[in-house]
């Protein structure tokens, strides 16, 4: 399955944003891309960026985000592609957003909605409100968990996803610094997964969009930056190139994460049963 990871421009005006989306979805779909993954805030833009201070919340226009929310699932009906789209969710009045990504189906229906759990010591000054569990959506065959931008510095985020028996990660942030770079790629080795990050076209020079294999290696990478584009991988789990993180490490690894092979191995040990004396 072909996946690809999109760096846009990213601005205020979130018409502009939901064009610069369909626009890449319909490109990407051209080269029977499967699913595709956006930025943080790629619609509604992100906090201290586009939305420069909390009470921007309170004159955000909603119902056109809403409007361009349908039309970026309408646009995935007709292409038949998956999309994941970062924006900001409203909640009931007295509470920020939550900073969240869209699922859009091949059929043009919402999947499911990630709401990113770990915020930032400053999103949490009244621009974000935290979601509460993980998320996981299927694309064909395969299993996909959500993460946003800081949570790549919480190893527990991905894996609880390992954990779950997904495929991959979709990661989606605005902006991919050096030290995020490097984790997403000891998540994706550790983890045996491959993680797709997103990243606005006007951050990429701090890292572009990519999308890094199971073994932790960037199997694609978009280098046209500071140009909107896209990079595309093709998740394979047969891929003799991924064997060993596939087929022998993830298996061996959850086994021994469990513990019970090595309290076998240590009962039937002989060694292991005099261990009290000088």
């Known amino acids: 399955m072909k996946i690809a990871?999109?760096?846009?421009?990213?601005?205020?005006?979130?018409?502009?944003?939901g064009t610069a989306i369909r626009g890449m979805i319909a490109d990407a779909a051209a080269e029977e891309v499967r699913l595709i993954n956006f930025c943080e805030g790629a619609l509604s833009g992100y906090g201290k960026f586009q939305i420069t201070k909390p009470d921007d919340w309170a004159t955000f226009d909603w119902a056109i985000q809403e409007t361009e929310l349908r039309a970026i699932a309408e646009l995935c009906r007709q292409l038949r592609i998956f999309a994941v789209v970062g924006g900001a969710?409203?909640?009931?009045?007295?509470?920020?957003?939550?900073?969240?990504?869209?699922?859009?189906?091949?059929?043009?229906?919402?999947?499911?909605?990630y709401d990113k759990?770990?915020?930032?010591?400053?999103?949490?000054?009244?621009?974000?409100?935290p979601?509460?569990?993980?998320?996981?959506?299927?694309?064909?065959?395969?299993?996909?968990?959500c993460a946003i931008c800081i949570e790549s510095q919480f190893a527990e985020v991905f894996s609880e996803y390992e954990r779950l028996g997904v495929d991959g990660v979709?990661?989606?942030?605005?902006?991919?610094?050096?030290?995020?770079?490097?984790?997403?790629?000891?998540h994706a080795g550790l983890n045996c997964i491959w993680i797709s990050a997103a990243t606005p076209a006007q951050k990429a020079h701090k890292g572009p969009a990519g999308i890094i294999g199971p073994d932790g290696k960037w199997s694609a990478r978009c280098f046209d930056f500071p140009e909107p584009g896209f990079a595309t991988a093709v998740l394979d789990?047969?891929?003799?190139?991924?064997d060993i993180p596939i087929q022998k490490?993830?298996?061996?690894?959850s086994e021994a994460r469990k513990g019970e092979i090595y309290r076998t191995r240590m009962t039937n040990d002989p060694r292991s049963r005099n261990r009290s004396g000088y």
């Open 5 to 17: 990871a999109a760096q846009t421009n990213v601005s205020a005006c979130v018409s502009a944003n």
């Open 89 to 113: 969710h409203r909640l009931s009045a007295g509470y920020p957003p939550h900073n969240s990504l869209y699922v859009f189906s091949d059929a043009g229906t919402l999947l499911t909605r």
């Open 117 to 129: 759990r770990f915020l930032s010591n400053s999103e949490l000054g009244g621009w974000y409100t």
């Open 131 to 145: 979601g509460t569990e993980p998320v996981t959506f299927k694309v064909d065959d395969c299993d996909f968990g």
């Open 170 to 186: 979709i990661f989606s942030s605005y902006g991919i610094a050096t030290d995020f770079q490097i984790a997403l790629q000891a």
């Open 237 to 242: 789990r047969s891929d003799p190139a991924y």
């Open 249 to 253: 490490a993830r298996p061996w690894r």
